[in-house]
């Protein structure tokens, strides 16, 4: 109990220091709190030296040094000049430590201790060829002032009195254990972190590759073979009908199936584009209806309807209609594929009729429904629910991810309300975007 509170207190204090959220950590943010923290430790160890009345020299260097440090923060977080700043930052770091190697008492100041606190710094944000060179370069660096101390040792300032030497030693071990050893800590976490997410997504990928060729293999299968069929010239029409839509049928799951694929690989790539315009609700409701009517499985016995209120007939909304209508589709596609018998239904709310500052368009179905444990993992990719890859139903599990994502493109969310034992509800809210001055309505 109280080492979890222990490590709970050390987390947030980690947080406080390190502004970089778990699972998200690349090289670039970590050289971005390396600048914080050697800002931080650059205006604590300037504000210590006038404290213990150091030279004016060494002040005006962790001072000036603070200064920079503090610039180079900025245009990496804001200005994102990454490279230029990673390479002014060795390199002030270089003559930074160089003076104060001779202005600091040399290998008996605590400058030998800054050079080893940042070495292991440089291991975590560069590239193998750059680490080595900048560690062949630290090392060469410390032999030489090494050399020149023994050799020239009037070069060097001493400290007035030993327990000045001893009382600077101390300060600085203390404030450089208390920034360094927790962000190495942190560092440590997130690569371990990014290694297990890392080999969950392979795993998750050839499932879903593995699950793919089959979905694909199956509707293949069909087309080739009731095509082989068609031409058997003794076949009555009344048969080939039926062999035309079986054809049809898996012609339009072999398309969805490929148009989710190809979604997805959009989000993923950032490339997803928004066109928004007004969207009158009746006609699109009319359309969305008309498609869906004629797909409905002969085998299936089910009700499909949409509801519009009365005071909604006439409503419009500003957003992406296409990208809108595939969110729709998505949700009415699973509505039909997991009812056997029952009802869809897809319908409207808003809470004023002439501009709505906000819709949701709801698709329930009396279906399977969904459990407790599987509403959270329902929207993640390659999902279908509780059941293995190779026993689910037709899909690859990315319907439900791809209309998530475009939902939050369109400025909304969807959530799900669901029993373990039957019927399901999707509810997709969109929130109003402003109509760009100069757009007719």
């Known amino acids: 109990m109280i080492k979890n509170r222990i490590s709970n207190l050390f987390t947030a204090f980690l947080k406080k220091w390190i502004d970089v959220k778990?699972?998200?950590?690349?090289?670039?943010?970590?050289?971005?709190?390396?600048?914080?923290?050697?800002?931080?430790?650059?205006?604590?160890?300037?504000?210590?030296?006038?404290?213990?009345?150091?030279?004016?020299?060494?002040?005006?260097?962790?001072?000036?040094?603070?200064?920079?440090?503090?610039?180079?923060?900025?245009?990496?977080?804001?200005?994102?000049?990454?490279?230029?700043?990673?390479?002014?930052?060795?390199?002030?770091?270089?003559?930074?430590?160089?003076?104060?190697?001779?202005?600091?008492?040399?290998?008996?100041?605590?400058?030998?201790?800054?050079?080893?606190a940042f070495i292991p710094m440089f291991l975590f944000f560069t590239e193998i060829r750059r680490k080595l060179y900048i560690i062949f370069l630290f090392c060469v660096n410390i032999s030489i002032l090494f050399a020149v101390e023994y050799f020239y040792p009037e070069t060097i300032t001493q400290y007035a009195t030993n327990e000045e030497r001893i009382l600077d030693l101390y300060f600085i071990s203390f404030i450089f254990f208390m920034f360094e050893i927790p962000l190495l800590y942190f560092i440590q976490k997130q690569f371990i972190t990014e290694s297990l997410k890392a080999i969950n997504s392979e795993k998750v990928k050839s499932a879903f590759l593995a699950n793919m060729s089959h979905e694909i293999r199956t509707p293949m299968n069909a087309i080739i073979g009731f095509t082989e069929l068609l031409k058997d010239p003794h076949t009555e029409e009344e048969i080939k009908d039926q062999y035309l839509d079986i054809i049809k049928d898996n012609g339009n799951v072999l398309l969805q199936i490929l148009n989710n694929v190809m979604d997805a690989s959009k989000i993923e790539a950032g490339i997803i584009e928004v066109n928004n315009k007004t969207v009158k609700i009746k006609p699109f409701f009319e359309r969305i209806y008309a498609t869906f009517l004629g797909q409905i499985p002969s085998n299936k016995q089910i009700f499909f309807t949409y509801e519009i209120p009365k005071n909604l007939t006439c409503s419009e909304f500003y957003t992406d209609e296409l990208l809108m209508y595939q969110i729709i589709s998505n949700l009415i596609s699973n509505a039909i594929k997991f009812t056997s018998k029952g009802f869809v239904k897809f319908g409207i709310e808003a809470p004023n009729p002439c501009n709505p500052d906000w819709i949701k368009i709801y698709v329930s179905d009396s279906g399977t429904g969904i459990s407790n444990e599987d509403k959270n993992e329902i929207f993640k990719r390659f999902n279908q629910g509780k059941v293995e890859f190779k026993d689910k139903k037709d899909g690859v599990g990315l319907g439900l991810a791809i209309s998530s994502e475009l939902a939050k493109k369109l400025n909304g969310s969807i959530s799900l309300e669901s029993s373990n034992s039957s019927g399901s509800t999707f509810s997709v809210t969109l929130n109003k975007i402003n109509i760009p001055v100069g757009i007719a309505i």
Not at 30 to 52: D, G, H, Y
Not at 74 to 90: D, T
Request: aromatic residues 16%; hydrophobic residues 50%.
């Open 22 to 116: 778990i699972g998200k950590l690349n090289s670039k943010e970590i050289f971005q709190q390396i600048l914080l923290i050697s800002t931080t430790l650059c205006i604590i160890s300037t504000i210590s030296n006038i404290l213990l009345n150091l030279s004016t020299p060494l002040i005006f260097t962790t001072g000036f040094s603070s200064i920079i440090f503090g610039y180079l923060y900025y245009l990496v977080r804001f200005k994102n000049h990454y490279h230029l700043s990673l390479y002014i930052f060795i390199s002030l770091l270089f003559l930074m430590l160089n003076i104060l190697w001779f202005l600091n008492a040399g290998s008996y100041g605590p400058t030998l201790l800054i050079f080893q």
